[in-house]
Nanobody, 119 residues
């Protein structure tokens, strides 16, 4: 059984920074793509950033130049460095990972961590 545990959310002023982390644990064979999603009140969950196993990255346009996704394969951990935060970044952030275990391949989700950007 695989679990993704997130940390790093909190309250920050506009223009501030936060660093989210998400660690996958369990009997993992391979971690493929890892990603961060977010969901604001009344809105659909959206993909924020994705990083492949080879560390190529993609971002939603609204965070380009401000957010950086990275991963530590030895720790099965994905990070999201968020700089120049804006109120519209306020959301619950969820990590996601495409993982192969002994029973096959599937996506796993973290529990979510609240990010609030407010003065």
């Amino acid at each position: 059984q695989v679990q993704l545990v997130e940390s790093g959310g909190g309250l920050v002023q506009p223009g501030g920074s936060l660093r989210l982390s998400c660690a996958a644990s369990g009997s993992i064979f391979i971690v493929n793509n890892m990603a961060w999603f977010r969901q604001a009140p009344g809105k659909e969950r959206e993909l924020v950033a994705v990083i492949a196993s080879g560390s190529s990255t993609n971002y939603v346009n609204s965070v380009k130049g401000r957010f950086t996704i990275s991963r530590d394969n030895a720790k099965n951990t994905v990070y999201l460095q968020m700089n120049s935060l804006k109120p519209e970044d306020t959301a619950v952030y969820y990590c996601n990972a495409d993982i192969i275990t002994a029973v096959g391949r599937r996506d796993y989700w973290g529990q979510g961590t609240q990010v609030t950007v407010s003065s």
